[in-house]
């Protein structure tokens, strides 16, 4: 193992460690990502995770949630940006600046 390959294994763990998890590396090389508590399993309730590698985890670690969809129209993304004044992406009725 490379000095790179440490501390990226090092940064991954203080970031699993934010999240409230605990990454342990098992004698065949592979990783598990498991709560702090072992008895609780992962976080929301799940087992503990099995990773072959350091690229599985930093996967799972910085992957959005999979329930979560990107923003597929025009007016979903206004409206996150905007959600105070929702509107149908029509900007052609908006007065000028002059008036």
Not at 33 to 39: G, H, N, Q, R, W
Not at 77 to 89: F, L, S
């Amino acid at each position: 193992m490379t000095g790179d390959e440490i501390l990226r294994e090092e940064q991954l763990g203080r970031a699993a460690e934010r999240r409230g998890l605990r990454l342990v590396k098992a004698p065949d090389g592979k990783y598990k990502i498991e709560t702090a508590e072992p008895a609780s399993g992962i976080a929301g309730g799940g087992p503990p995770v099995d990773c072959p590698d350091l690229d599985a985890v930093e996967q799972f670690l910085f992957s959005p949630p999979a329930h979560s969809r990107p923003l597929r129209r025009d007016e979903d993304y206004e409206n996150a940006i905007t959600p105070h004044a929702p509107h149908d992406g029509d900007w052609s009725h908006l007065p000028d600046e002059d008036e």
